[in-house]
Structures are given as structure tokens and as C-alpha cells.
């Protein structure tokens, strides 16, 4: 890149720019990797329980249910969060700060 050379009369001047990090749309795809995952897990568990109810009785089955009859539903939850956060990562923004140069009423981006 050709570096132009900044007169002695310049004035310079900091200047914020808003700009998505490079890293933010990769970093958004492994939280939606990580979302389908949980997906994937509350499926399973679905179909886990499932099968439970047709083949446990009494109260072996009424202890499984009454501690664990929520998975399906946290894990669900949680691949929602994941997607929520992938789609605010993935647009994020920072504020950067650079400086260009006011010469005879034009500005310079060094």
C-alpha cells in the first residue's frame, strides 16, 4: 500500500468508525453448530423418553420423570440462547478510532 506523505500543515484529527470484527461471523457459526447440538441432544431425549413410557411402570418410572422430565425441555432452551447469541455476534460491532488529516479543507486517511 502506497503511503502518502502528510504535509506539514496537516492538521490531524481522530475520527470513530463502526466496523463488524473479522472474527465475528466465525465465532457466530460455531454457536450455531454448538444450537444444532443441543437440538440434536433434546431430540434424543425426547425419543429416549419415549420408549420409557411404554416400557417402565410404577415407580422407577415416576423417579425418572420427576428428575429428569426437564432435559428435553433445557436443551431446547439452550439451542434457542445459542441461535439468539449467533445472531447478535454475527452483526456485532466495535468502534475503532482512526486518524486522518485535514489539509486545505480535504481530509487524508493515512
Not at 38 to 46: C, H, P
Not at 96 to 109: C, F, M, N, Q, S
Amino acid at each position: 500500500m502506497f503511503m502518502q506523505r502528510i504535509p506539514v500543515n496537516a492538521i490531524p484529527i481522530r475520527r470513530p468508525r463502526e466496523i463488524i470484527p473479522k472474527e465475528a461471523y466465525g465465532v457466530a457459526e460455531m454457536y450455531t453448530g454448538a444450537a444444532d447440538e443441543a437440538a440434536n441432544l433434546a431430540s434424543l431425549v425426547q425419543l429416549i423418553e419415549t420408549e420409557l413410557v411404554s416400557s417402565w411402570e410404577g415407580n422407577s418410572k415416576d423417579t425418572y420423570f420427576r428428575d429428569y422430565d426437564h432435559l428435553d425441555r433445557d436443551l431446547q432452551t439452550l439451542s434457542e440462547e445459542l441461535r439468539y447469541c449467533a445472531s447478535e455476534i454475527k452483526y456485532m460491532t466495535v468502534t475503532i478510532y482512526e486518524t486522518v488529516y485535514l489539509v486545505d479543507g480535504k481530509y487524508i486517511i493515512e
